[in-house]
């Protein structure tokens, strides 16, 4: 799984850390930033709410181009 930096990006937008994202989110940090190195597979619910809480839509954080 290659690296998300469309995550990372969109949480330097929004002014938001790690913590304050996966607080949000409703999942640790470490989930987050395993999401953010392509470590981690979420789940479709996961990926909804991350993309809730950064204001973004699912196609342009997670689909690959």
Known sequence: M?????LKA???EKDLTQSALA???GVS??????IGKG???PTN???RSICKNLGKKLDGLF???
């Open 23 to 25: 607080e949000a989110a």
């Open 2 to 6: 290659p690296k998300n930096l469309k």
């Open 45 to 47: 619910n996961l990926c």
């Open 10 to 12: 969109a949480r330097a």
């Open 29 to 34: 940090r470490p989930t987050i930033n395993a």
């Open 39 to 41: 470590e981690y597979n």
């Open 63 to 65: 689909w690959e181009e």
